[in-house]
């Protein structure tokens, strides 16, 4: 039954992906609004729309919240892999999101001081690099 799910999930979200679906689900709307006269506008011919836009976000919120976990789950566990084959890496990340918001602000705040101090490397390689061509 999983597997069945799964690759249902994965092959009805890629199906409402596509153009052929939105040129499908535009047709739809662009016909219900010209029988809009023909039904003189009733509460029938709104709850046809309402009607089927409801059942169809709804179900399709469930196939798509199938493929973005499972897209999820497959991306971490690469990035785990990628992890705990570079010999350097601090291997006790790889169960990042079992901590605490605590934690994970800490950590944040680490990176970013890395990334501002590469930053700032780079300027100072760039500005020598300049001056040098400039001689």
């Known amino acids: 039954m999983n597997d069945f799910f799964r690759r249902f999930a994965r092959g009805a979200a890629h199906a409402m992906g596509s153009p ?6 535009a047709g739809t709307v662009v016909t219900w609004s010209l029988l809009g006269p023909l ?3 009733s509460d029938r ?3 046809f729309i309402n009607t089927g836009t409801t059942v169809v976000t709804f179900l399709m919120v469930f196939l798509i919240q199938n493929t973005q976990n499972r897209d999820a789950r497959v991306t971490q566990l690469k990035l785990d892999e990628l992890i705990r084959a570079v010999i350097t890496a601090r291997t006790n990340l790889v ?3 079992e901590m605490s918001d605590e934690e994970l602000e800490h950590l944040e705040a680490e990176f970013h001081r890395l990334h501002t101090e590469a930053n700032h490397v780079r300027r100072k390689r760039g500005d020598k690099r300049r001056a040098s061509k400039q001689q």
Do not use: G, V
């Open 95 to 97: 169960a990042m999101e």
């Open 45 to 47: 011919w709104q709850l």
């Open 20 to 25: 052929w679906a939105f040129l499908i689900a």
């Open 39 to 41: 039904f003189d506008y």
